[in-house]
């Protein structure tokens, strides 16, 4: 997706239709919002309305692991 300021974002959608798609929503929300490090990607925010649930992160080149640690 791409932000209003032409940032683009990778989105995930979790189900809100199980009590373990909630969990693990607050779960990711509250472990990567708490850490900041240049190796994790960011969490630019989320959408808690009606039945989506969604985590909006920065955008990440689909690179391998290995790609980018040689």
């Given at each position: 997706g791409q932000?209003?300021?032409g940032t683009i974002v990778?989105?995930?959608q979790l189900s809100s239709k199980s009590q373990q798609g909630n969990r693990e929503f607050i779960?990711?929300?509250g472990m990567?919002?708490?850490l900041q490090h240049p190796n994790?990607?960011?969490l630019h925010g989320c959408?808690?309305?009606g039945n989506e649930l969604l985590l909006v992160y920065e955008y990440m080149e689909?690179?391998?692991l290995a790609?980018?640690?040689f």
């Open positions: 932000l209003s300021d990778a989105i995930k779960t990711e929300m990567i919002s708490a994790l990607v960011k959408c808690i309305e689909n690179n391998s790609h980018a640690l």
